[in-house]
């Protein structure tokens, strides 16, 4: 069988200590890793040094989704402490699917009491989850998880205990459309200083929307990566974003969400897309499937054996992806969410 198809063969080691659990100190300061696809070439630098590494007059997709809070924490009415995570639609509808972790067995008519309200099962879904109908009348179901639920962070960073620092930290600085329950970690090493140094060289940037769902940490089981299933993503892209991606500059995504939604519409013909209506994809980018969206990437370091890594090695290779890592680990480049980030020139 091919070797890249293999799951074993995306596994490495990784210490602990490079398991970044908190941005670094001034999030564009964060280390970039260079690879040069057209020549070979690794070169280690700042975040904030990025725009020099771009080819002019090309442009950034950012994925503009906004993290929401929510991860309640309350008890069940016997007492037994409750993390309800409310997984969506969102919206201002008392109904929400969610998942539910309490040391006793789950059962429709179960109560919860949560910050300010009550939980009650409803239904119990073939994929594990719970519709779960809240007992408050939400005038505004966002300010509602504003004020009472904490940001989902990972359960890698810290076992997934958040504070207030990450409510900020979660979060790009340019995320505007709610409904993600998991930053696009690429953009975090994003600022307004190196918005500017990008504009000064005339790099620009598109938005596009994919709401990241809990599906983006679901390991891969299946020993032939092709057997896996992935997660499916809701995703928009708005006519002035359209037409910008369509106008022919060279494109670089920011982050993997970003490349999925370039993917999943790109033709020989340009991006086909109907604009502001939404979609879904589970589109699964691994060796064997081509990358032609784009001209580059900008990635977090990511978990072995992730789907995320199978992405990176579509653009550059298995082999050449775990080589790259292995450089990063040898230079104490951090990993994960929080971590630093890698930028990908693609060879024409």
Known sequence: MNPDLILS???FDLPEELI?????EGRHHSKLL?????????????????????PENSQLVMNQSKVIPCRLLGEKTTGAKTEIFILGPFGNTNEQNCLIRTGSKKKVGDRYLIPQAEAEITALNEDGTFQVYFHHAFENLEQYLESNALVPIPPYIRDGVADEKDREDYQTVYAKEPGSVAAPTAGLHFTDEVFHSLESRGIDKSFVTLHVGPGTFAPVKSETIT???MHSEQFKVDAENLSKLNSGKSLFAVG??????????????GFNITPDQLFSTDIFLHPGKDVNSINGMITNFHLPGSSLLMLVSAIVGREKTLELYKIAIENKYRFYSYGDAMLILRKP
């Open 9 to 11: 063969n995306y596994q």
């Open 20 to 24: 970044a659990v908190r941005p670094a």
């Open 34 to 54: 260079v690879y040069d696809q057209r020549n070979d070439q690794v070169h280690h630098d700042s975040f904030v040094n990025l725009a020099k590494y771009l």
């Open 227 to 229: 057997d896996h299933k």
């Open 256 to 269: 993997t969400t970003s490349l999925r939604v370039l993917e999943s519409t790109w033709t020989p013909e």
